[in-house]
């Protein structure tokens, strides 16, 4: 059973030491430990202090392409590596590296193929009230939206099985954590959450200039990803929604009508079928969503398939040498 931690890293020659530092060296279970770090476009020596300190694996890119594309430039780093499991931890050592056995110990059990470390968030000292009330309500909405159970969906602190990680498949450029606990949920892949205890912060978080900025993102992120993996019911919604308001305003002419007071309320019932015929459009650019969705749906199974054979050829003459 072949372990490989993979470290997303930008400009982090100051704290990757202490990260690596912390990082285990034996776990029960598992026969190899290896330690990967992405290189993402650093300007600093990132790349020499890995290499200094030991690190197995290097990836780099040439110039900063974002948190999401590391991630996944990282996983299929370590499939083709041969890695059983893969656990994803960040540079700035803000998760304990002695929790990464609490991670991995269902997918050792086979219980799941996801595990997402779950913060003690009210007890997180540098976390400001209002940041705690968003990801409360962050992480809510991801649940809802992959009917998921997942409590903490921001962390980057997780693991994935090989058969997990074989399945991932990240669009968006800003980040993974929240785009592949939908896509998890849709696909039913097994997943579950463990308690970790954090670091104090040390340093501002790279991934967004202020709260708001990060809230803007995350929410188009997750809007994109429901649109993607449920499309029927996203644009269904809707167009009920707007469906019924126009079915609304058509009563409400009616009555008016009947009334006799109908020509002081055109207006309405224009609208009205306005609305009505925007619902019933919108219905339809949700069937064709669907079908693209399960045209997409299958070429992720041809994705994985082909990626399944590359990664196990390679595995295979990783070993036999």
């Known amino acids: ?13 100051k704290t990757l ?8 060296k034996q776990i029960n279970g598992i026969d190899e430990i290896e330690y990967l770090i992405i290189n993402d476009g ?39 590596l041969g890695a059983d499991i893969v656990v994803n931890t960040d540079a700035d050592n803000q998760y304990c590296g002695a929790d990464i056995e609490k991670l991995v110990r269902p997918i050792l059990e086979e219980k799941a193929d996801i595990v997402i ?8 000292e540098h976390f400001s009230w209002k940041k705690k009330k968003f990801q409360y309500i962050g992480s809510l909405v991801v649940r809802l939206a992959s009917g998921t159970k997942v409590p903490d969906a921001p962390s980057g602190f997780r ?8 399945r991932l498949n990240v669009v968006n450029e800003y980040t993974y954590t929240l785009e592949t606990i939908i896509q998890a949920g849709h696909n039913k892949i097994a997943m579950t959450s463990v308690p970790i205890r954090t670091n104090p912060e040390t340093r501002e978080s790279r991934l967004f200039k202020n709260m708001w900025a990060y809230m803007r993102r995350s929410s188009s992120v997750i809007i994109r990803s429901f649109m993607m993996y449920k499309p029927l019911k996203f644009f269904g919604t809707c167009g009920t ?16 009508l009947i ?7 055109i207006q309405s019932l224009i609208l009205s079928a306005i609305l009505i015929l925007m619902g019933v459009q919108t219905f339809i650019v949700g069937l064709q969503a669907d ?9 992720e199974d041809v994705q994985y398939r082909v990626r399944k054979m590359e990664c196990s050829k390679e595995k295979n003459l990783f070993y036999s040498k």
């Open 259 to 265: 009334g006799g007071t109908g020509e002081g309320h």
């Open 17 to 24: 030491a202490v990260t690596y530092a912390d990082l285990p």
């Open 1 to 13: 059973m072949k372990l490989i931690i993979q470290i997303p890293c930008y400009n982090e020659e």
């Open 42 to 80: 650093s300007s600093d020596r990132t790349v020499e202090v890995a290499r200094e300190l030991g690190f197995h694996h290097i990836v780099s890119f040439k110039q900063n392409k974002g948190l999401a594309k590391g991630f996944m430039a990282g996983i299929d780093a370590c499939l083709h």
């Open 159 to 166: 693991a994935y099985s090989r058969e997990a990680a074989l």
């Open 241 to 256: 929604i707007i469906f019924l308001l126009g079915v609304a305003l058509g009563v409400r002419y009616l009555f008016y």
């Open 291 to 299: 079908i693209i969705a399960a045209n997409r749906k299958i070429l």
């Open 117 to 124: 470390g779950e913060r003690p968030i009210d007890e997180t």
